[in-house]
Each structure stands twice: as structure tokens, then as C-alpha cells.
């Protein structure tokens, strides 16, 4: 990864670029909780906001308004640093992954390679040892406010998230593991360029029955707009699948879903997406499925999925292109992988994102 990205506050490697999901959403902390983490100074002031304002009301709708708030340089804004260069614009939270590593006492910290420990056995047991909840409550929730642009950490964040109202010490450390692996480089963070194109695709993955308190599947996407990453997803299903086809589908389920929600997003700021969406999917069984209008015994626990995309792909809406296993990035959103696959996973996300190999020097 030879991407550097230089700055007024130190250089750090770029890894990914993208978006704005958090990593998870049954398990969030309410708002409160988690703005009370910011300083009162990330926030703009509204009288500057107000000054540019348009006297008719039509604020939303105004060039005028768009190109004066574009001339205040945005820099700092609820913990996001937002930079500029001509490759494009980079978001991270370095500074907010700093005062974090300062207020737990881990800057001087061993860093690790990866956020979570790879074949790890977190769930809930009766013999486990209880941690101090609140402080695992608080971590866990700004883990999940930095995971806006930190995809790396979804996975780690979303198995976390899990144990919000029973912790245990083992959960703890996994947490402070996460940590570690931020002390490695607190500047990454996202790049969105201009590319010739506005392409919607997206990849998508399952691990079949990962949790081993309930059995239930992980299921995780990377969605892209024009070469940029710009919504991904790493949640736990919501039922137990009885086969990794099944799990596999639930998830391109979801993908098409963000998919339809971005065509939509796209034609409403007056984008039209020419041709059929892709979603890659490394399932030749899932995929087999999805264009198989026969009904069969392993399928009729999905049939309303099954109808659901069948209907997407008869219009010509998505496609599913196969992809192999080594060559899917959403794997890292599933499962615990070991530091060379989940590298693997971070540079094919730059390419696959037609990231620039040079040096970025911000303006």
C-alpha cells in the first residue's frame, strides 16, 4: 500500500476510502450518549452557516448556498477531519482517535495488525467474569461513532456491540484490542475521487452460522458509487439460516436493498444509472437461486427474498456477477481473518475503487 497522505498533523497510510454507515445498528448507544464525547468546538458555528443562507428559504435547492458554504474550506466538523487535494477528499478522525488513546491511557500502547483476534469464541456464558458496563458502554459507543469512517473496524465493532448489556472481561479486552489496532494508524481513513463514471455496484458476503451464542450468520456489503466507497454494513441476521446458501442470500437480500436505495438516492439529485447495478457475490448456490424461478424445499424459507430479487433481476435493475472468495471484499465485514487476508481485503478495496498509487499532498 503504497498511498500516503500527508498532513499538517502527521502522515498516515491510506488504506480505504469511503462512506458513512456505522457498523451496526441494533446494538447503538441513543444519540446522547455518544455526542457527549465531542468537544463543543467540533461543532460549526451556526452564525457563520446562517449568513449564507438564501432569503427566499429555499435552502436545499440553492447553488447559491452550496457554493458559499464550498468557500468556508470545511476542516474540522464533529470530530471528522475533512481535507482537500486534487486526488480528491479525504475524511478521518485522527484527533478524535488520539483524545480516545489519551483519555484510556493507551497511547504508549503495543499496536496489533488487526482489530480482532482471528477463530476468537466471544458470546455470552454463565461462568463469564462481569466487567465495568458503563465504561464498556461508553467505549463501544464511541468505537461505533469512529466506525463513520473506519470501515476496517466494522466487523470488530459490530461483534462488540453485541454484548453492550452483559460484558464481560474477555469482551473488554477485545475492545482494547480495537484500540491497539487504531494506535496503528489513528489518520486512516476515507478518499472520495472524481472518476468518469457514476457505476453503482456493490459486494456482498455471509459467514454461515459465525456466532457461536446463537448460531445465527454475519452478513456484510461494500457498496460503491462512481469508483468511491460510499455505504458498507456489518450486521448479525436477524434468524438462523440452515445452510451457507441460505445465509449467502439473506445477504444479497440486503444488498440489493442498499443497491435500490442508492439508484434511488442518485436519481433524485438528477443522476440517472445507465445499465444494471452488480452485486458480487462469491455463491455460486446463492446466485443459482437468485435466477432459478423453480421453487425448492431449500429455498422456501427465503421466498420472500427469492421473489424479491428474482423481480430486481427479470427488470434488468442488478446482476450478479460471481466473485472468487480470495477476490471478495466484504469478507473482512463477516469474520475475524488473518492479518494477510484482511490486507488482501484493504488493497483490493483500493483497487476496486480505482484509488491513485502516489503520494497525495493536501492542500
Not at 487504531?182 to 476515507?190: E, S
Amino acid at each position: 500500500m503504497d498511498d500516503v497522505l500527508q498532513t499538517e498533523l502527521g502522515t498516515e497510510p491510506i488504506i480505504l476510502r469511503d462512506t458513512n454507515q456505522s457498523a451496526t445498528d441494533d446494538d447503538r448507544l441513543p444519540a446522547a450518549d455518544i455526542s457527549d464525547e465531542l468537544p463543543s468546538d467540533d461543532r460549526l458555528p451556526a452564525a457563520d452557516m446562517s449568513n449564507e443562507l438564501p432569503d427566499d428559504g429555499s435552502v436545499y435547492g440553492s447553488p447559491t448556498w452550496y457554493w458559499n458554504i464550498s468557500r468556508k474550506r470545511l476542516k474540522y466538523f464533529l470530530g471528522i477531519e475533512v481535507a482537500r487535494s486534487k486526488h480528491g477528499i479525504f475524511l478521518s478522525q485522527r484527533k478524535y482517535v488520539l483524545d480516545l488513546l489519551a483519555e484510556t491511557g493507551m497511547l504508549d500502547c503495543k499496536p496489533v495488525d488487526t482489530p480482532i483476534e482471528q477463530n476468537h469464541r466471544l458470546g455470552l456464558f454463565p461462568d463469564q467474569v462481569p466487567t465495568h458496563k458503563e465504561r464498556y458502554q461508553r467505549l463501544v459507543g464511541r468505537l461505533i461513532y469512529l466506525s463513520h469512517t473506519r470501515p476496517d473496524i466494522a466487523y470488530a465493532v459490530s461483534v462488540v456491540s453485541q454484548f453492550m448489556h452483559s460484558p464481560s472481561e474477555a469482551h473488554m479486552d477485545a475492545v482494547t484490542r480495537i484500540l491497539r489496532y487504531l494506535k496503528m494508524a489513528p489518520g486512516r481513513g476515507l478518499i472520495f475521487s472524481k472518476n468518469d463514471h457514476l457505476n453503482v455496484e456493490g459486494y456482498t458476503d455471509a459467514d454461515w452460522a459465525g456466532s457461536i451464542t446463537d448460531r445465527r450468520s454475519t452478513s456484510g456489503y461494500f457498496m460503491f458509487v462512481g469508483g468511491n466507497l460510499v455505504t458498507w454494513r456489518s450486521k448479525k441476521q436477524k434468524v438462523v439460516a440452515r445452510s451457507s446458501a441460505e445465509a449467502e442470500f439473506r445477504g444479497m437480500s440486503h444488498g440489493v436493498c442498499e443497491l435500490l436505495w442508492l439508484e434511488k438516492l442518485l436519481r433524485d439529485l438528477g443522476f440517472k444509472h445507465k445499465g444494471a447495478m452488480k452485486l458480487h457475490c462469491d455463491n455460486k448456490a446463492a446466485i443459482e437461486i437468485a435466477q432459478n424461478p423453480v421453487q425448492h424445499d431449500r429455498t422456501k424459507h427465503v421466498e420472500i427474498d427469492r421473489h424479491f430479487i428474482k423481480e430486481k433481476l427479470d427488470a434488468g435493475i442488478i446482476m450478479f456477477p460471481f466473485v472468487r472468495s480470495e477476490d471478495q471484499l466484504a469478507d473482512a465485514l463477516t469474520k475475524a481473518v488473518s492479518n494477510s487476508a484482511f490486507s488482501d481485503s484493504l488493497d483490493n478495496s483500493i483497487k476496486a475503487s480505482q484509488t491513485n498509487d502516489k503520494e497525495v499532498q493536501l492542500q
